[in-house]
């Protein structure tokens, strides 16, 4: 280093120094009050400019500094700010410290502070009593349960700055004896009260006997403190987990609970913070289920099963595999009284039906599931862009369909599902692309059964296309009707555009039914995530009946999605039908959802029954702000499965657009022939045609249309 440059840094170094003490030599001045209570807050205002890292505390008088309490100086607001005073009386010192010294100061006398408190003279264990009180109420003041001998009980407390007119609840201990109620400020009591704490009792009534995992009423009579609740205890005296309501919840003291699925003796006991004080002896039988169905099934076919049992809430009957595991079909008895309607699995050999009631196996039938073929008949070369007939003949099992496919390639180019009801004859569209292709008849579980070979040969012209349209607002029939099925589980609470998803599905909703379904229209509203978090429950808020919008809107008003709950999108649509089984006419379900099933269930095997049992139902999926494309294509083929269409809505006008067309007609368009060549719902997309003259129908509707090369003909469903 040069002779120049050192003399530089030690210059600055000199005059850095004589700034500093230029700055401490600057006077700092305290004013503060002169007295204060015991934890009181005192405003500070301090002068002169603030060093890094001063503060402000307290000192005792010889100018010690007290621990506890301080202030950064440099994070006052108009150079004040607030210190909150020693525990202990006596004088000390608001000190401001600069550099560990203290540069200046003022007097402060703080001095003892009292409380008191007006309280009952007795109450009852776990009561909620209500405590007045007088007293310094400064931050963080409290009043706590304290034992006769003035120590604290944990957890029993209440802040006074939550206090409504001085008063405030406290809860008392779960012990009888005599205990007293505190007034704390910064942890010190400065006054107390006495209080006498009383046993209780309850009684519980309940029948002498029920079955296993049944639903059964019973009445209480308790001191119903919050958080008391009934419980199921084992021979032992454990409470059993899960067997549980809540006091609080009953409706004049009766209340309903569902037995244990072990036979046994069994107690149930009121509790009051966690205190067993009554309780009443039941016992638990045992109960069987019969089941009847056929010894073979066809690989994917539904069958009915014939059942007696005690159907209690949450029964079903599952199919499962010889090893005990579920083989997918289930359904709940509560929808489907003495029969039931299942799926076979296409996996060959044998299997069972049992009955399930709490998870345990009250009854089953053993059967066998058999092998199915399929045969296709179609022509050999298709001109491109034009339909063609294909004749089919195999299980016509719902959910099956005819695909077309490029072999080389994966996916599907056309695909058509099967109905039996509507003839072995299908028409199929081919790809404007030529080229050697595959017609395959493939099951609802994706086994291809035969496939046969397609040339589609250069186009000679373009095709029409036709677009069917409503009247502004749909006419259902007095017999046919509308169910709405929400989704509001947790994914709905995420936002978009500033509003959460829930919010925005509600007023879309909510203007649905109050400007676009005629008032009166049978109507029905299922939402499912909101009750419960980490549950499957789905509950029925407005049961089918004319609607009416005001009620309508006040219980969608009244739904709000909850933050881990589950979407079970397969039972929602499945209670569907007991939802609608008054229903003679078109029964017209619509789903929003933002997402895929999570409760284990099979959407596509539950469109596919509904469909199997013989009622005109259509299943339309609206899916809210969905990026996944496969989900996507999944909602799609469950709509067509349904007889119906997937609307995909990425903001609220599209979800609003979407509803609205989710409840229009829906129309079939066959060709000369009589042949079925598509099916859409109105003010759906346009249907691709050859040209032609077709004949279009929608219930009583039908007008005849003719489709010229590479233009668009338009129908209008009155």
Same mark, same amino acid.
């Given at each position: 280093?040069?002779?120049?440059?050192?003399?530089?840094?030690?210059?600055?170094?000199?005059?850095?120094?004589?700034?500093?003490?230029?700055?401490?030599?600057?006077?700092?001045?305290?004013?503060?009050?002169?007295?204060?209570?015991?934890?009181?807050?005192?405003?500070?205002?301090?002068?002169?400019?603030?060093?890094?890292?001063? %503060?402000?505390?307290?000192?005792?008088?010889?100018?010690?500094?007290?621990?506890?309490?301080?202030?950064?100086?440099?994070?006052?607001?108009?150079?004040?700010?607030?210190?909150?005073?020693?525990?202990?009386?006596?004088?000390?010192?608001?000190?401001?410290?600069?550099?560990?010294?203290?540069?200046?100061?003022?007097?402060?006398?703080?001095?003892?502070?009292?409380?008191?408190?007006?309280?009952?003279?007795?109450?009852?264990?776990?009561?909620?009593?209500?405590?007045?009180?007088?007293?310094?109420?400064?931050?963080?003041?409290?009043?706590?349960?304290?034992?006769?001998?003035?120590?604290?009980?944990?957890?029993?407390?209440?802040?006074?700055?939550?206090?409504?007119?001085?008063?405030?609840?406290?809860?008392?201990?779960?012990?009888?004896?005599?205990?007293?109620?505190?007034?704390?400020?910064?942890?010190?009591?400065?006054?107390?009260?006495?209080?006498?704490?009383?046993?209780?009792?309850?009684?519980?009534?309940?029948?002498?006997?029920?079955?296993?995992?049944?639903?059964?009423?019973?009445?209480?009579?308790?001191?119903?403190?919050?958080?008391?609740?009934?419980?199921?205890?084992?021979?032992?005296?454990?409470?059993?987990?899960?067997?549980?309501?809540?006091?609080?919840?009953?409706?004049?003291?009766?209340?309903?609970?569902?037995?244990?699925?072990?036979?046994?003796?069994?107690?149930?006991?009121?509790?009051?913070?966690?205190?067993?004080?009554?309780?009443?002896?039941?016992?638990?039988?045992?109960?069987?289920?019969?089941?009847?169905?056929?010894?073979?099934?066809?690989?994917?076919?539904?069958?009915?099963?014939?059942?007696?049992?005690?159907?209690?809430?949450?029964?079903?009957?599952?199919?499962?595999?010889?090893?005990?595991?579920?083989?997918?079909?289930?359904?709940?008895?509560?929808?489907?009284?003495?029969?039931?309607?299942?799926?076979?699995?296409?996996?060959?050999?044998?299997?069972?039906?049992?009955?399930?009631?709490?998870?345990?196996?009250?009854?089953?039938?053993?059967?066998?599931?058999?092998?199915?073929?399929?045969?296709?008949?179609?022509?050999?070369?298709?001109?491109?862009?034009?339909?063609?007939?294909?004749?089919?003949?195999?299980?016509?099992?719902?959910?099956?369909?005819?695909?077309?496919?490029?072999?080389?390639?994966?996916?599907?180019?056309?695909?058509?599902?099967?109905?039996?009801?509507?003839?072995?004859?299908?028409?199929?569209?081919?790809?404007?692309?030529?080229?050697?292709?595959?017609?395959?008849?493939?099951?609802?579980?994706?086994?291809?059964?035969?496939?046969?070979?397609?040339?589609?040969?250069?186009?000679?012209?373009?095709?029409?296309?036709?677009?069917?349209?409503?009247?502004?607002?749909?006419?259902?029939?007095?017999?046919?009707?509308?169910?709405?099925?929400?989704?509001?589980?947790?994914?709905?609470?995420?936002?978009?555009?500033?509003?959460?998803?829930?919010?925005?599905?509600?007023?879309?909703?909510?203007?649905?039914?109050?400007?676009?379904?005629?008032?009166?229209?049978?109507?029905?509203?299922?939402?499912?995530?909101?009750?419960?978090?980490?549950?499957?429950?789905?509950?029925?808020?407005?049961?089918?009946?004319?609607?009416?919008?005001?009620?309508?809107?006040?219980?969608?008003?009244?739904?709000?999605?909850?933050?881990?709950?589950?979407?079970? %999108?397969?039972?929602?649509?499945?209670?569907?039908?007991?939802?609608?089984?008054?229903?003679?006419?078109?029964?017209?379900?619509?789903?929003?959802?933002?997402?895929?099933?999570?409760?284990?269930?099979?959407?596509?095997?539950?469109?596919?029954?509904?469909?199997?049992?013989?009622?005109?139902?259509?299943?339309?999926?609206?899916?809210?702000?969905?990026?996944?494309?496969?989900?996507?294509?999944?909602?799609?083929?469950?709509?067509?499965?349904?007889?119906?269409?997937?609307?995909?809505?990425?903001?609220?006008?599209?979800?609003?657009?979407?509803?609205?067309?989710?409840?229009?007609?829906?129309?079939? !368009?066959?060709?000369?022939?009589?042949? !079925?060549?598509?099916?859409? %719902?109105?003010?759906?997309?346009?249907?691709?045609?050859?040209?032609?003259?077709?004949?279009?129908?929608?219930?009583?509707?039908?007008?005849?249309?003719?489709?010229?090369?590479?233009?668009?003909?338009?129908?209008?469903?009155?």
């Amino acid at each position: 280093m040069s002779y120049r440059t050192l003399s530089r840094a030690v210059f600055i170094l000199i005059f850095s120094l004589a700034l500093a003490a230029t700055a401490q030599a600057q006077e700092v001045t305290i004013t503060a009050p002169t007295e204060a209570g015991i934890n009181q807050a005192i405003e500070i205002t301090v002068s002169g400019p603030p060093a890094k890292g001063d %503060i402000l505390r307290f000192a005792d008088e010889s100018g010690k500094l007290l621990k506890g309490a301080y202030v950064y100086v440099g994070n006052l607001k108009n150079n004040k700010g607030k210190l909150a005073a020693p525990l202990a009386p006596g004088n000390y010192l608001v000190a401001y410290v600069s550099g560990g010294k203290i540069v200046a100061s003022s007097p402060l006398t703080v001095t003892a502070v009292t409380a008191s408190l007006t309280l009952p003279e007795s109450a009852k264990i776990n009561e909620t009593i209500e405590v007045a009180f007088e007293g310094p109420v400064n931050s963080g003041d409290y009043v706590q349960m304290i034992t006769d001998a003035g120590k604290p009980i944990r957890g029993l407390y209440a802040y006074v700055g939550n206090a409504k007119n001085g008063v405030v609840k406290l809860r008392l201990p779960a012990e009888g004896g005599e205990y007293g109620v505190g007034y704390f400020t910064g942890k010190m009591m400065i006054g107390s009260s006495p209080i006498s704490v009383q046993g209780v009792t309850a009684t519980v009534t309940a029948p002498e006997s029920v079955g296993a995992n049944e639903t059964f009423e019973l009445s209480f009579d308790g001191p119903l403190n919050n958080g008391d609740y009934l419980q199921f205890v084992d021979a032992s005296g454990k409470p059993m987990s899960g067997l549980y309501r809540y006091a609080g919840q009953a409706k004049d003291n009766v209340t309903k609970m569902t037995a244990p699925v072990e036979p046994g003796s069994y107690r149930i006991a009121y509790f009051t913070a966690k205190k067993d004080i009554g309780s009443t002896a039941i016992t638990v039988t045992g109960t069987n289920a019969t089941l009847a169905m056929a010894e073979t099934v066809p690989a994917g076919a539904h069958f009915p099963v014939e059942w007696q049992g005690p159907n209690n809430s949450g029964d079903l009957v599952r199919v499962l595999r010889p090893d005990g595991s579920n083989a997918g079909s289930y359904a709940y008895l509560g929808h489907n009284p003495e029969t039931v309607t299942l799926r076979a699995p296409e996996e060959l050999g044998a299997y069972r039906v049992a009955y399930l009631s709490g998870g345990q196996i009250l009854g089953e039938v053993s059967f066998t599931v058999t092998d199915v073929s399929a045969k296709l008949d179609a022509p050999a070369e298709v001109e491109g862009n034009q339909r063609f007939n294909v004749t089919w003949q195999g299980p016509g099992n719902h959910g099956d369909l005819l695909q077309l496919v490029d072999p080389a390639k994966p996916g599907n180019i056309a695909y058509r599902y099967v109905d039996r009801e509507k003839g072995n004859v299908i028409a199929v569209h081919a790809p404007n692309l030529p080229g050697d292709y595959e017609l395959r008849y493939r099951t609802h579980g994706g086994k291809v059964l035969t496939a046969v070979p397609v040339t589609i040969t250069p186009a000679k012209q373009e095709p029409g296309s036709l677009q069917v349209i409503a009247a502004k607002k749909p006419r259902l029939g007095p017999e046919d009707a509308i169910e709405v099925v929400l989704d509001a589980s947790g994914s709905m609470l995420q936002r978009q555009d500033g509003d959460r998803r829930i919010d925005i599905a509600k007023r879309t909703l909510n203007a649905l039914v109050s400007d676009t379904i005629p008032d009166g229209t049978p109507f029905a509203l299922r939402v499912f995530g909101h009750k419960e978090a980490d549950t499957c429950r789905t509950d029925l808020e407005i049961p089918l009946a004319p609607l009416s919008r005001a009620a309508a809107t006040a219980r969608v008003d009244g739904v709000t999605a909850m933050n881990l709950a589950k979407t079970p %999108i397969a039972d929602s649509l499945a209670q569907t039908s007991s939802d609608l089984r008054a229903v003679t006419g078109e029964r017209i379900i619509v789903l929003i959802t933002d997402g895929e099933e999570t409760c284990e269930g099979n959407p596509a095997d539950v469109i596919a029954e509904m469909r199997a049992g013989g009622d005109d139902v259509r299943v339309n999926i609206v899916g809210y702000a969905i990026d996944d494309a496969a989900l996507q294509e999944s909602f799609a083929l469950w709509a067509e499965l349904g007889g119906g269409e997937y609307f995909n809505a990425s903001d609220e006008a599209a979800l609003a657009a979407a509803l609205t067309k989710a409840i229009n007609p829906s129309f079939t !368009v066959m060709d000369e022939a009589g042949t !079925v060549i598509g099916e859409g %719902i109105a003010g759906g997309g346009a249907l691709s045609l050859a040209a032609g003259t077709y004949r279009v129908t929608a219930g009583a509707f039908a007008q005849q249309v003719t489709i010229d090369p590479a233009k668009l003909s338009t129908v209008t469903i009155e």
